[in-house]
């Protein structure tokens, strides 16, 4: 079975900085494509932040996120990471990761074995 474990959220004042991991169960992260994602209550759809492909480890990322969050990953610990800096009040949102099972890498419907999320809220 598929399932991740999402960590390393918190409170954390604007312009700080947070990572986030996501330790995989049922499969290899070296060999599986895997996205973050993230939620906000008035929001219906999950937002895409990044992803990383399981082949070539090439990453790709929001538009509006790009040069403040990287995607990373650690074989041996078969965990993803996002390292979030210079934070925002806009990114406090639920963050989640999930496998990519193929298709676009931006849309959550392309992912499957989500976890439960971790909370992030950034203060002004």
């Known amino acids: 079975q598929v399932q991740m474990v999402e960590s390393g959220g918190g409170l954390v004042q604007a312009g700080g900085s947070l990572r986030l991991s996501c330790v995989a169960s049922g499969l290899t992260v070296r060999s599986s494509g895997m996205g973050w994602f993230r939620q906000t209550p008035g929001r219906k759809e999950r937002e895409f932040v990044a992803?990383?492909?399981?082949?070539?480890?090439?990453?790709t990322y929001a538009d509006s996120l790009k040069g403040r969050f990287t995607i990373s990953r650690d074989n041996a610990k078969n965990t993803v990471y996002l390292q979030m800096n210079s934070l925002k009040p806009e990114d406090t949102a639920l963050y989640y990761c999930?496998?990519?099972?193929?298709?676009?890498?931006?849309?959550?419907?392309?992912?499957?074995?989500w976890g439960q999320g971790t909370q992030v809220t950034v203060s002004s």
């Open positions: 992803a990383i492909s399981g082949s070539t480890g090439s990453t």
């Open positions: 999930a496998a990519h099972w193929g298709g676009y890498y931006d849309s959550s419907s392309n992912y499957h074995g």
